[in-house]
């Protein structure tokens, strides 16, 4: 079955991220996340090293049901397939959107390819088809603006 995401930009001011998993697929999630906000709350057992280098939250435990209570977005990324589809049944019987990373099939929205500059974002998305062709277009508009940046000053 092959999904259709909408391509929108989303107001998270003042409301409650949390991303589930402390490992690499995480962090990058995260790093992401923290060109967008300061504030998100990470829960997991164990952290990649680099998340000392984020804003966030880091919250060292073990995933319980109540760690979703007043979330507007969830990011999923255990590693435990299993897991991962308890956090999501969970984050649907509340309302609360999920990404589970790494299953676009269990997603209520995915990550498109990111170009921020300044107040200006550009986002490249292949439906969850082609990930690498997403990022090789936003390298491409990349380009693109830094050579119009130059042209401006």
């Not at 079955?1 to 998993?21: A, C, E, H, R, Y």
């Not at 589809?85 to 990111?114: E, H, M, Y």
């Amino acid at each position: 079955m092959q999904k259709n995401f909408l391509p929108i930009s989303i107001d998270i001011t003042d409301k409650k991220i949390v991303i589930i998993g402390g490992g690499k697929v995480a962090f990058h999630k995260s790093a992401i996340l923290s060109r967008f906000t300061p504030e998100a709350t990470v829960i997991a057992p164990e952290f990649h090293p680099e998340f000392e280098n984020l804003p966030f939250q880091l919250i060292k435990k073990e995933y319980e049901a109540d760690d979703l209570n007043g979330a507007f977005l969830v990011y999923i990324c255990t590693g435990n397939e299993t897991l991962n589809q308890q956090i999501k049944t969970a984050c649907g019987k509340r309302g609360i959107l999920a990404s589970v990373c790494d299953n676009p099939l269990l997603c209520d929205f995915i990550s498109p390819a990111i170009q921020k500059e300044e107040n200006m974002t550009i986002a490249v998305s292949s439906n969850a088809q082609n990930v690498r062709q997403a990022i090789a277009v936003r390298n491409q508009i990349q380009v693109l603006i830094e050579k119009e940046i130059l042209k401006i000053k």
